[in-house]
C-alpha cells in the first residue's frame, strides 16, 4: 500500500507520517517512510539522520527513509528514462536544458510523485512506502501534477510516465491519501477544503486524522467545573472545556459535512516527536493495515 | 523599538514563520491595530481562511473596508491566477501578446504552481498596494512555503526564469532538442518557444519590477515580523529562519511567540474530576515545558529586536484581544 499524508502546517504531519509507518512496520511489512519536503521533521519522528538526497537509510522501528530533492531527482530520473549514456552531462549542463525544466514547473512535482512509483510499485523491496507530502497546498500539486501534465503533454515519455502516476494515485486499492487536522476551527477547515480537493480531482481518498484530540468530556463536568473554587484553576479548565466543545463540534460538523468518519489521535504530553510517534502508532494499526 | 512604534514607522510589515503558528492570524491582528491607531491599514493573506475573514467580520474574497476606531481596515485575499494575469495584461505590449501568453500552457503553470510564484505575486500586489497610495500601511501574511525563506527568493527564481536560452543554434543544440522531444513531446517544445517568445515582450517591464520589489523588500519602508510558537521543533525552525532573513539583509524587527500559556501552580489539589483533573495535569505540564525552551530562546534573540509573547487565547479567534496582547 502507497500511503500519502498531509494536512494544515503544524498539525503533526510529520509525526502522523512516522507513527503510520512505525505501525506498518510493527505489523511485519517492509516499510519506507519519504519525505517530499524538507525531511528535518520526518527525521526528528523517526529519528533517523536525515540522508542524502535520493539515498535510503535505516531508523528505528525497522523502518528505512528516504527523501527526494528535486533538481537532483530530476537530472537522476531523466538519465534513467532517457538512457542517455555519455551524452547525460553535455545535456544536462546544455542551457535549453535548464530552460525547459525552469519553464515547466510541474516537472520536478511529477518526478517526486514519479519515483516515489518507482519505489513502490517498480522495486519489490517494499510492501508498504509512506510519504510525508508537506503541506495540504504543496501536496495537492504534487499529487494533482501527473494527471495535470499528461493533459500538458500530449506524447512522449512524459505523457506515458504521467499518465502511469495519475492511475496510481487515482487506484484505491494501492493508494491512500490521509488528511491530518487538530480539533481546531482552521485546520479542521482546510482538511474539508483538501478533502473536497481530492474528490474533484478523483484522488484515492485514505482517512481523515484528527491529532491532538482531549477524550470527550463526560456528562455532568460543567456540574463539576461549576465547583472548582480556586480562580486559576477554573479559568484553565473553563477553557480546557471551551475547547473541547469546539473539538466535538468540529469534529461532528467535519464528519456530517463529509459523511466521512475521523480517526481520533490523543493529545500526548509534549515529549520529543519520536516518542510521540511510536505512542500513535498504535492508534494507526487498522490505518496501516 | 516596540511593536507598536515598528508599525507606525513602516508602510509594510512582513509576516513570516512556519506553518500553523498563527501567522494569519497575527497580521490580521497587527492591521487591526494600526486601523484603531488611527492609520488606513490593509492585510493581505494568500490562505483561504474563512475563519479569520468571520474574525474580521469581512468577507475576504473581495477586498473591503471598514471604519476602526480612527482609521480604516481592508483585507484581501490574494487571487494568484488572476493577479498574474492582471499583472501580464499591464506589461504586455498589445493585446494579442497578452492573449497568446494567457493562453500558453507554460505561462498557465507558472501562474498557478511554478515554486515562488505565489510568493511573487504577493509581493507584486504588495508594491502595486503601496504605488495606489490607499493604504498607510499593508500587512502581508507570506504563504506556507515548504521554506519560508523562499519568499525572499521570489523575485530572482522569477528573473532566472525569464533569461532565455542564447544558444539554440549548433548541432549540440539540435541534439538536446531531439532528446527533450522524446521526452515531452513536440508540442510541449513548440509552447515552450511560444512562452519564450511572448514573455519576451514583457520581459524589461517585469525586470523592473523585480528590481522594485527586491528594494522595497530591504529597504526602509519594510519590516518583518517572525511568527513562532512554544514548541522545540517550531523554535528550531524559527533560529534557522531569524539567520536565513539576516543573510539575506531582510530587515527583521520583531519576533512574536504565539499562542502561549501562562505558568501555573504546580499542586492545585485533586480534583473529584478525573477529566478535569487529566486537563489540568496537562495544562500544567505543558506550562513547565514551555517555559523550559521558551526563556532561553527569547534571551538568545539579538539585542534590539521587539519580543512579543501572545498567550493562547479562546478556541475563537478574537483579534481586537489579540492586537491588545501584541501591544498595538
Known amino acids: 500500500m502507497l500511503h500519502f499524508v498531509t494536512g494544515k502546517g503544524g498539525v503533526g504531519k510529520s509525526t502522523v507520517a512516522a507513527a503510520l509507518a512505525l505501525a506498518a512496520a510493527g505489523r511485519g511489512a517492509r516499510v519506507l517512510a519519504i519525505e517530499l519536503g524538507d525531511p528535518a521533521g520526518l527525521c526528528r519522528a523517526l529519528r533517523a539522520t536525515p540522508p542524502a538526497p535520493g539515498a535510503i537509510v535505516h531508523a528505528a522501528g525497522g523502518v528505512h527513509v528516504a527523501f527526494f530533492d528535486g533538481a537532483a531527482a530530476l537530472a537522476e530520473y531523466l538519465t534513467r528514462k532517457l538512457h542517455l549514456g555519455r551524452f547525460v552531462r553535455p545535456i544536462l549542463e546544455h542551457p535549453l536544458y535548464g530552460a525547459f525544466v525552469a519553464a515547466a514547473p510541474g516537472l520536478r ?6 519515483k516515489v512509483r518507482d519505489e513502490y510499485v517498480l522495486q519489490r523491496r517494499w510492501e508498504v512506502v509512506v510519504v510525508d507530502a508537506g503541506a495540504s497546498g504543496h501536496a495537492l500539486e504534487h499529487l494533482r501534477m501527473p494527471a495535470a501534465a499528461a493533459r500538458t503533454f500530449a506524447s512522449g515519455r512524459v505523457h506515458r510516465e504521467a499518465a502511469a502516476n495519475a492511475a496510481l494515485l487515482r487506484d484505491p486499492a ?3 491519501i490521509h488528511v491530518v487536522a487538530t480539533p481546531e476551527e482552521m485546520p479542521l477547515g482546510e482538511a474539508i477544503q483538501t478533502v473536497e480537493a481530492l474528490r474533484e480531482h478523483e484522488l484515492a481518498l485514505g482517512r481523515v486524522i484528527a491529532n491532538r484530540c482531549v477524550p470527550p468530556a463526560p456528562a455532568d463536568v460543567d456540574a463539576a467545573l461549576a465547583g472548582v473554587a480556586d480562580p486559576t484553576v477554573a479559568a484553565v479548565l473553563g ?26 489521535l490523543p493529545r500526548l504530553p509534549i515529549a520529543e516527536l519520536n516518542a510521540h510517534a511510536r505512542a500513535l502508532a498504535w492508534s494507526l494499526v487498522e490505518v496501516a493495515a | 523599538m516596540r511593536l507598536a512604534e515598528i508599525v507606525a514607522h513602516h508602510r509594510i510589515v512582513i509576516c513570516v514563520g512556519t506553518g500553523g503558528v498563527g501567522k494569519t492570524t497575527i497580521s490580521a491582528a497587527i492591521a487591526l491595530g494600526a486601523a484603531r491607531a488611527g492609520r488606513r491599514a490593509m492585510v493581505l493573506t494568500i490562505d483561504p481562511a474563512r475563519a479569520l475573514g468571520r474574525a474580521l467580520g469581512i468577507d475576504l474574497t473581495h477586498a473591503r473596508s471598514t471604519p476602526v476606531g480612527r482609521g480604516v481596515l481592508a483585507a484581501a485575499m490574494l487571487d494568484q491566477k488572476g493577479a498574474w494575469d492582471a499583472f501580464v495584461a499591464r506589461h504586455a505590449p498589445t493585446e494579442a501578446a497578452a492573449r497568446v501568453l494567457l493562453a500558453n500552457p507554460f505561462y498557465q503553470r507558472l501562474s498557478t504552481s511554478f515554486a515562488g510564484s505565489t510568493e511573487y505575486m504577493a509581493i507584486e500586489e504588495l508594491c502595486r498596494l503601496l504605488d495606489a497610495g490607499e493604504h498607510d500601511v499593508v500587512v502581508l501574511d507570506t504563504p506556507p512555503s515548504a521554506h519560508a525563506i523562499e519568499f525572499l527568493r521570489a523575485p530572482e527564481r522569477i528573473d532566472r526564469l525569464l533569461d532565455e536560452p542564447h544558444e539554440l543554434a549548433g548541432a549540440m543544440a539540435r541534439f538536446v532538442v531531439r532528446q527533450l522531444e522524446r521526452a515531452a513531446g513536440s508540442e510541449a517544445l513548440r509552447e515552450l518557444a511560444t512562452f519564450y517568445r511572448a514573455m519576451s515582450a514583457l520581459v524589461a517591464g517585469v525586470r523592473a519590477r523585480t528590481r522594485y520589489a527586491r528594494a522595497i523588500l530591504r529597504g526602509g519602508d519594510a519590516a518583518f515580523v517572525l511568527v513562532t510558537g512554544p514548541r522545540a521543533s517550531i523554535l528550531d525552525d524559527t533560529r534557522a529562519l531569524a539567520a536565513a532573513l539576516r543573510v539575506h539583509a531582510a530587515p527583521l524587527a520583531a519576533v512574536v511567540v504565539n499562542r502561549t500559556h501562562p505558568r501555573l501552580p504546580a499542586q492545585a489539589g485533586v480534583l473529584a474530576d478525573p477529566w478535569l483533573q487529566a486537563r489540568w495535569d496537562e ?16 534571551a538568545s534573540l539579538p539585542a534590539g529586536l521587539a519580543r512579543v509573547v501572545v498567550p493562547e487565547g479562546d478556541a475563537r479567534v478574537d483579534l481586537g484581544a489579540v492586537a491588545t496582547h501584541l501591544g498595538i
Open chain 1, 109 to 114: 512535482e511529477l518526478v517526486a510523485i514519479g
Open chain 1, 239 to 264: 477553557r480546557a472545556r471551551a475547547w473541547e466543545r469546539l473539538q466535538e463540534r468540529g469534529l461532528a460538523d467535519l464528519q456530517a459535512r463529509l459523511g466521512l468518519p475521523v480517526v481520533r
Open chain 2, 283 to 298: 495544562a500544567v505540564a505543558e506550562a513547565a515545558a514551555e517555559a523550559a525552551i521558551l526563556e532561553p530562546f527569547l
Open chain 1, 174 to 176: 494501492a493508494c491512500a
